[in-house]
């Protein structure tokens, strides 16, 4: 088969090597996806760069790629979830991920159904975002009536974070270029922030919660606009102590993400507020709730270009460049 494979971390980036490599075999509960789609993701430059090897540390050569659609070709031992033919798509689990490639090993907890209406690319751009939206509104607790701001709201995280909190009931403000306000207010959005107009800090405060995406220059202001006692999760800043031990990981690691974090941490706990980091993991049982959870409202994907897998580094470097208005995609086979 093929695939796009990464020899070593640079921290400058470097280009994915396309490889013939043999079909993945097969460990108990494992099924086999014929791979038709993948998204291309900010994390797979990350792992590139070598920036997530404390949290996940890889060994070379890397078959590359966070999620996928494909349809299932075989089953190991145990797996029961799926049919041969069923077409499923899922964040790959952290610790074995392998998207960019024709077929994909896959742990079968880790996917779900394709609701009949995605198409592939389609498709592809919902597992990673999905779960980010799921699993940072679980972190901060978040309940009916709460208030909640997403920052930068208008690419693909906000497409999907944006609809599960307005239908959870929270009252969601989000920010971005103005050409995309009504965009997001038929998502759910009750509150839409043009950038350029207005400052996010003199519009909102005393939030319940912020979901941050974009990172370290964004913090402290972010900070500022939450309640005392309300919670930010991070998608883009630094893990720290409490994320360490959330993810059950050695005393050795839980000090150097401690110290790693301690910033943000101590700007929190100057008005009593928390600190939240998350790498969203593999969950196909959250995936498969996501219909019921939206009810009549069908999942939005927003799809910006699509390249075949040959043309991974181009798929890369447009991610990498930033400034898109949907989910780069490969398509694959």
């Not at 050569?61 to 070709?73: S, Y």
Request: charged letters at 25%.
């Amino acid at each position: 088969m093929k695939a796009a494979v990464l020899t070593g971390y640079d921290k400058n980036g470097r280009a994915l090597e396309l490889r013939e490599l043999p079909v993945p075999e097969l460990a108990p509960g494992e099924v086999l996806v014929r791979v038709h789609a993948a998204g291309v993701n900010p994390l797979d430059n990350m792992v590139v760069r070598g920036e997530v090897k404390l949290i996940v540390p890889y060994r070379f050569p890397l078959v590359m790629g966070n999620e996928l659609v494909g349809t299932v070709e075989a089953l190991g031992d145990g797996a029961r979830r799926f049919a041969l033919g069923d077409r499923v798509y899922g964040r790959m689990p952290l610790a074995k991920i392998g998207a960019f490639a024709e077929y994909a090993a896959v742990g079968e907890t880790a996917l779900a159904k394709v609701p009949e209406y995605l198409s592939d690319e389609e498709a592809a751009c919902v597992p990673l975002t999905a779960l980010t939206a799921l699993q940072s509104l679980e972190l901060m607790g978040a309940k009916a009536g709460d208030s909640i701001f997403i920052s930068g709201g208008t690419g693909s995280l906000g497409a999907m974070a944006v609809p599960i909190a307005a239908v959870m009931g929270l009252e969601v403000a989000t920010n971005g270029n103005g050409s995309s306000e009504d965009r997001m207010r038929a998502l759910g959005a009750s509150t839409f922030i043009d950038y350029r107009k207005q400052d996010y800090v003199e519009v909102l405060s005393d939030v319940d919660h912020v979901l941050d995406t974009l990172g370290d220059r964004e913090l402290e202001r972010e900070f500022s606009v939450l309640r005392p006692g309300g919670t930010l999760v991070s998608l883009r800043g630094m893990p720290n102590g409490e994320f360490a031990r959330r993810s059950g990981f050695p005393l050795w690691k839980r000090l150097a993400f401690g110290m790693v974090g301690r910033t943000y941490d101590k700007m929190a706990a100057k008005r009593g507020q928390r600190h939240r980091f998350v790498f969203v993991h593999e969950d196909g049982a959250g995936l498969g709730k996501l219909p019921e959870l939206l009810g009549g409202r069908k999942i939005e994907a927003s799809v910006d270009k699509v390249f075949p897998l040959d043309e991974v580094n181009s798929a890369m470097e447009k991610v990498a460049a930033g400034g898109s208005k949907g989910k780069t995609i490969l398509r694959v086979c």
